[in-house]
């Protein structure tokens, strides 16, 4: 018998401080206010995008594992990732931003962490992954609404629709939590607390960007 059962909620009650860093940013408070320099929102697009490839991949994996009714809420997330990444380049563009940049190391360790999800099991993975979008989906939404340009960024992950998706994948994660194993239970919180510290580090990478 389990004396302790994970969920998503339990997660982010046991950790509300780290998710708390996770969400809430100088970098984010200042498109807020419209007074972020553009090196440093242009330094977040660039990687943003980056790290939004390999998300993608991510995404495909954890299809790849799911139950078969889990599968509709996944394809929908990866068809919003064909519109993101269409989308990233057309900000690209506006901005006269080159995509084929190298990534930082943070976005380079996000990555990494993405990467070496696929061994983990599909409660570890689902779990990560409704993490990922949840900090998006707070952290924008926190800051907003957001000063001119940067209002269609809060509304990409900020939107009612958005909110909705993640409550579905929390479901998910919390269906395939409540058969895990302890050990997968305590793995799942270790990938959590990972995502929590790398959106805090991602958000810092884009604020002490060098004006280049
Ligand atoms: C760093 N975390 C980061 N970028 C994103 N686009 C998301 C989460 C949401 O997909």
Same mark, same amino acid.
């Given at each position: ?11 982010? =009650? ?13 970098? =984010? ?11 440093? /929102? ?8 980056? /790290?939004?490839?390999?998300? %993608?991949? #991510? ?18 997330? =990866? ?5 993101? =990444?269409?989308? /990233? ?30 061994? +983990? ?40 629709? /958005? %909110? ?20 997968? +239970?305590?793995?799942?919180? +270790? ?13 810092? #990478? ?7």
């Amino acid at each position: 018998m389990k004396n302790f059962d994970s969920t998503c909620r339990s997660l982010l =009650l046991s950790h509300a401080e780290r998710w708390q860093s996770a969400t809430v940013h100088p970098f =984010l408070q200042q498109c807020q206010q419209g007074t972020i320099a553009s090196h440093q /929102f242009n330094t977040w697009l660039v990687q943003d995008y980056l /790290f939004v490839t390999e998300f %993608t991949r #991510m995404a495909a994996r954890l299809l790849s594992v799911a139950p078969s009714a889990h599968f509709v809420t996944l394809l929908s997330g =990866l068809g919003a990732l064909r519109d993101e =990444l269409i989308w /990233f380049k057309a900000k690209a563009d506006q901005r006269s931003l080159m995509l084929a940049t190298p990534p930082q190391p943070i976005c380079e360790s996000y990555c990494e962490f993405m990467k070496a999800l696929s061994s +983990q099991p599909y409660a570890v993975q689902a779990t990560a992954f409704w993490a990922i979008e949840l900090a998006y989906n707070q952290g924008w939404q926190r800051h907003s609404p957001m000063a001119e340009p940067y209002a269609e960024f809060a509304d990409r992950w900020g939107n009612p629709g /958005f %909110t909705d998706y993640v409550k579905v994948l929390e479901k998910q994660a919390d269906h395939a939590l409540s058969t895990a194993s302890e050990a997968e +239970q305590t793995q799942a919180e +270790q990938a959590f607390l990972e995502v929590a510290r790398l959106e805090q580090d991602f958000w810092q #990478m884009a604020f002490s960007a060098d004006k280049g």
